[in-house]
């Protein structure tokens, strides 16, 4: 399982992004997906993730009500839409074809930099 994210950038505080990640060599059926990010000078953590059988996304209350994760229909391909960003949430954006702990995933992807100024 490879995943590989795209849609990262510079924007200014309020601004908007939508970030992308096709996971390769993944069927699709899988119990969850998630988003993670890493900050400078912190670990990585969890912000939204998707369950195969759950009612939505759940997400850290970090970005709740400002990002949105969202699937397509093959389930290989994973959205964030952030919205109403801060500087705070400047970090590097990963995805990942699971939702449990940071330490316990091994698939990881490059990542896609998002950058937040004020």
């Known amino acids: 399982v490879h995943p590989v994210e795209s849609g990262g950038g510079t924007v200014q505080a309020g601004g908007s992004l939508k970030l992308s990640c096709t996971i390769f060599?993944?069927?699709?059926?899988?119990?969850?997906a998630g988003w993670f990010r890493r900050a400078p000078g912190k670990d990585r953590e969890g912000i939204a993730a998707?369950?195969?059988?759950?009612?939505?996304?759940v997400y850290a209350e970090a970005v709740k009500g400002r990002f949105t994760m969202s699937q397509d229909n093959s389930q290989n391909t994973l959205y964030l839409q952030m919205d109403s960003l801060k500087p705070e949430d400047t970090a590097m954006y990963y995805c990942a074809a699971d939702c449990g702990a940071p330490e316990q995933i091994s698939d990881w992807g490059q990542g896609t930099q998002v950058t937040v100024s004020s």
């Open positions: 998707i369950y195969q059988y759950g009612s939505g996304p």
């Open positions: 060599g993944s069927t699709g059926n899988r119990h969850c």
